[in-house]
């Protein structure tokens, strides 16, 4: 404490008093919170609030804002309360040279609780993003609602929700759960772009073990309930998984490498030293002869792609479908391919719901798509029915139909019906569709085409399966082929699958001033959005 | 110890178990291969650990979600 000088019109301090004040105050809140808390964790291996910003932003450096930021309520002893940047550290520094808004709670100071002005802060690192047209991340780790604040903390997730969803489409956000978010507050890092969870310290939910136990009689352990399985494998909520914190940091930078800063940012092209035009031809090699066996739709992707690099989104969710980030020729594109190897390829209501999520993300970010396209079709029978898949597979047709960034399918083999739309086609928006010879594009397979077409031909003949046979093979021949399709000019090239990287480059060459707006497509009118289905 | 299912994804008839009670099987390792929409499938181990029940034999007809065998972790 230092004296107060009087002069005739109030009291002041020196200069140097006021400064060593401002030293105080910083380097107390620098602390942060709980010594025993810092030391918990840090015996426990993990990083703090603050390791973890220094961690994502180049050497470690940062503009904080917002650090003397404090609660106003003084009910059950809140005016007592010490807690160092009300919990939650907002920032922004650079990420590979560009920058970046970021907010990281500080489970030592009350546990990171949400009140009122702990989201009044992380509200307006969002804002402040948006405005300034950069991306941002939030590092969760709160023990959650700061009920001594009652409706002033309710509130602010209000905020903090409006806000996020305000900035959607506009700014990249990031989640990364490096600590518990269980309740509300959990929709915070859902309704982001992406969330990308470390195993044995992340946790999300919409309500913990305690919770469900007292409520609902449900005994589960924090694992089990809201740990990375629980989002990564069953939900579909993240998608990315790290090892710990230090790698959900290092995964979200590299996320962050492939996308623009903003919407009206093209995303950043990098040198590649892959050959634009280089010829691969063991990808002759890899489909099998019979169209019933599977074959690893990431062995196509990888062999494509810059330098074989692949970064997978929901890689542990609705296998039957692979999205994702690669370059091509050092352009970001967003990857949708079918797996064969995983449900037969077919597109399911979890596959529909992460395809179109991610082609919505790209279209937004002006991220190219590619498709590589060998799907059976939606899927059939009472159950998927039932649970809505004609709303749930309409998602795809939305998305696509909805996209303006250059869109190219490479039809690797099969290719029907309501899925040859739903994996991207010229007539629901395609600017370039290859073929592989191997591609079976038509409106149904032949056996099912025969038994319908000669359904009573078949019935009356003296010897059933042979003329069923004779109609497969007849239909078979006519129509599952991909020459068909570019007879009439809905496929553009049936190419070699050696070739497939090269006339992917020549497309994203050809495409790069693809501009659809209001002004340029008349059946671009203006609206506020699309009703797709949700 | 936790429980982890192989579940079909899809309704479809078995060709193959890859797997008896009692096996220890690594994450990833094949369990069942059965044939739906018209293609093989092969279903692989969603966790390491030990085969507590297999459910299904070849031949046999399941449904989307049946669970075709247990693995204990």
Partial sequence: MTDWLEYPGGVYKKKEDLYRELKERRDRILQMGDPQVLERRRKAGQLNARERLELLFDNGEYLEIGMHVKHRTTHFSMDKAQIPAEGVITAFGKVNGRWVAAFSEDFSAMAGTFGEYHGKKEAYAIQFAMEKGIPFIGMNDSGGARLQEGMDTLEAYGWLFRTQTQASGVIPQIALLLGPCLGGQAYHPVMQDFVIQAKNVGFMGIAGPAFVKTQIGEEITLEELSGWRAHAVKSGQTHVVAEDEKDAIAKAKELLSFLPSNNRERPPRLKTEDPPDRIIPELDDLLPDEPFKPFDMRKVITAIVDDGYFFEILGLYANNLITGFARFNGRTVGIVANQPMEAAGVLDINAADKGARFIRFCDLFNIPLVTLVDCPGYIIGSRADWAGILRHGAKLLYAWSDATVPLISIIVRKSYAGAHYGMLDKSIGADFVFAWPTARITIVGADTAASVIFAREIRESPNPEEARRKRIREYSETYENPYVAAERGYTDDVIMPRDTRKYINRALDLLENKFVTPGTCPWKVWRKYSNINL | ?73
């Fill in chain 2, 1 to 73: 110890m936790a429980q982890e299912t192989v579940t079909a994804p899809l309704a479809g008839k078995v060709i193959k178990v890859h797997v008896k009670t009692g096996d220890r099987v690594n994450e990833g390792d094949e369990v069942c291969t059965m044939e739906s929409m018209k293609m093989e499938n092969t279903l692989y181990a969603p966790v390491s650990g030990t085969v507590t029940e297999v459910k299904v034999a070849p031949g046999q007809f399941i449904q989307a979600g049946d669970v075709i065998a247990v693995i204990e972790y």
